[in-house]
């Protein structure tokens, strides 16, 4: 009887194929989100920048070489965002595999209509990223299209389970079309407001809204007394409906505008799960507009 089992047992185990999952690095967590999303469970998922985390200020540490040294694909924002530290996974990882070049490198950036590119920059300029705004996360029609550019990757690591990637990349462009229309609806359309970083211009071009000033002079430079005079001035001409910021990025200064100026200050979510009730990319977007009403 007991030999009987053991073959079984063994026949079972060798008539059963066992898939391995594939290893994700992702460098923030929207870009997990759209993974997950993908990638379902076909794909064990490692986020190296948590959602509290301003990603401008990003250094590398060992855990981050850890998870990218394990990595069948690397998937990243691109646009310089992860410039101090992203060159640093590449060669401490030692992971041929996610090397520029190589198909486990994922630089969703090559899939965005890129707004804001700088033929030319300097340190007079602020942090400005000459290859264009890097912030497209806040833009539906942009995460659609790194969202078909993924599937097809995920596809290309793993072509056993392509099947499954076009799935549910079907069931993602499904659900973003439903939830599109609820957008439309939030009648954002000529409102204005001012930012403290350019966050939200991707955003303000697709919602029909305006960006009519910065508490930021610059990209990175904080504001003077002067500059935010001249700011005040804007609000009071143009009527703004609010200040927006991150958690992270420039609370302390845009209350102090509020009080002077009696605008609001909107907290806009800066990544997936960086307020509650924004788990994933779409009820982070969710949250996203309905502040802005």
């Keep these: 009887?007991?030999?009987?089992?053991?073959?079984?047992?063994?026949?079972?185990?060798?008539?059963?194929?066992?898939?391995?999952?594939?290893?994700?690095?992702?460098?923030?967590?929207?870009?997990?989100?759209?993974?997950?999303?993908?990638?379902?469970?076909?794909?064990?998922?490692?986020?190296?920048?948590?959602?509290s985390q301003d990603p401008h200020f990003i250094e590398a540490k060992p855990s981050m070489i850890l998870a990218a040294r394990d990595a069948d694909i690397l998937m990243y924002n691109g646009l310089d965002l992860e410039i101090g530290y992203l060159p640093l996974l590449f060669e401490s990882s030692r992971n041929r595999r996610i090397q520029p070049g190589q198909p486990g490198n994922f630089d969703c950036s090559r899939f965005v209509n890129v707004i804001e590119k700088q033929p030319t920059a300097d340190r007079s300029m602020g942090d400005v990223h000459p290859l264009g705004n890097p912030h497209y996360h806040y833009s539906p029609s942009n995460i659609l299209r790194v969202a078909r550019g993924m599937a097809q990757e995920l596809s290309n690591v793993d072509p056993a389970n392509s099947s499954s990637y076009r799935t549910n990349l079907a069931s993602f462009e499904e659900r973003l079309r439903n939830r599109q229309i609820q957008w439309d609806n939030k009648s954002l359309k000529g409102k204005r407001y001012v930012s403290y970083h350019k966050l939200f211009e991707y955003m303000a071009k697709e919602f029909g809204f305006q960006l009519v000033g910065y508490v930021e002079p610059k990209p990175g430079i904080p504001p003077s007394a002067g500059h935010i005079e001249k700011l005040i001035e804007t609000i009071k001409k143009t009527k703004v409906d609010g200040i927006l910021v991150t958690p992270s990025y420039g609370k302390e200064e845009a209350e102090a505008l509020s009080k002077k100026t009696s605008v609001r200050v909107i907290i806009i979510p800066q990544d997936v799960g960086s307020v509650p009730g924004t788990n994933d990319w779409f009820s982070f977007m969710d949250t996203v507009l309905s502040s802005l009403q």
């Design 1 to 51: 009887m007991k030999k009987l089992l053991l073959s079984l047992l063994l026949v079972v185990t060798l008539s059963t194929p066992a898939y391995a999952k594939i290893n994700v690095c992702a460098t923030l967590p929207w870009i997990g989100s759209l993974a997950s999303e993908l990638g379902k469970d076909k794909v064990n998922i490692k986020v190296l920048v948590k959602p």
